[in-house]
C-alpha cells in the first residue's frame, strides 16, 4: 500500500520552531519530486516548498522564504519541512504530495500546525 504520514505538527507560540516529516512507503521514493502544501480554514490550497527527487532543486512560497526548509533523506524515504520564526499566518492543516512527471500523485493525510501564543 502506498503512504505519506505526516509527523511533527501541533502548537507552537510565535517565533517558534518545527520539523515536520513525511515517512513514505509503498513507492519508489527517490524517483518522485516531494511537495509540502498547506490550506488554512476558509483559504485556498497553497504550495509551500518543493524538492526535486534527488534534491538537485528547491522551491519555496513567497511568505516562507528564509523561514522554511524542505530536505529529503532518500535512504529513510522521508522529506522533511523544517519551520522556524513562525507567525499565526502559518497555521494550516499540511500535507505531504508525492509527484512524478511520467505518472504518480500520491498524498498524506495532512497534519495539523497551530502558531497561537
Known amino acids: 500500500q502506498v503512504q505519506l504520514v505526516e509527523s511533527g505538527g501541533g502548537l507552537v507560540q510565535p517565533g517558534g520552531s518545527l520539523r515536520l516529516s513525511c515517512a513514505a512507503s509503498g513507492f519508489t521514493f527517490s524517483m518522485y519530486a516531494m511537495r509540502w502544501y498547506r490550506q488554512a480554514p476558509g483559504k485556498a490550497r497553497e504550495l509551500v516548498a518543493s524538492i526535486g527527487s534527488v534534491g538537485a532543486f528547491t522551491n519555496y512560497a513567497d511568505s516562507v522564504k528564509g523561514r522554511f526548509t524542505i530536505s529529503r533523506d532518500n535512504a529513510k524515504n522521508t522529506v522533511y519541512l523544517q519551520m522556524k520564526s513562525l507567525k499565526p499566518d502559518d497555521t494550516a492543516v499540511y500535507y505531504c504530495?508525492?509527484?512524478?512527471?511520467?505518472?504518480?500523485?500520491?498524498w498524506g493525510q495532512g497534519i495539523q500546525v497551530t502558531v497561537s501564543s
Open positions: 504530495n508525492a509527484y512524478r512527471q511520467a505518472g504518480g500523485d500520491y
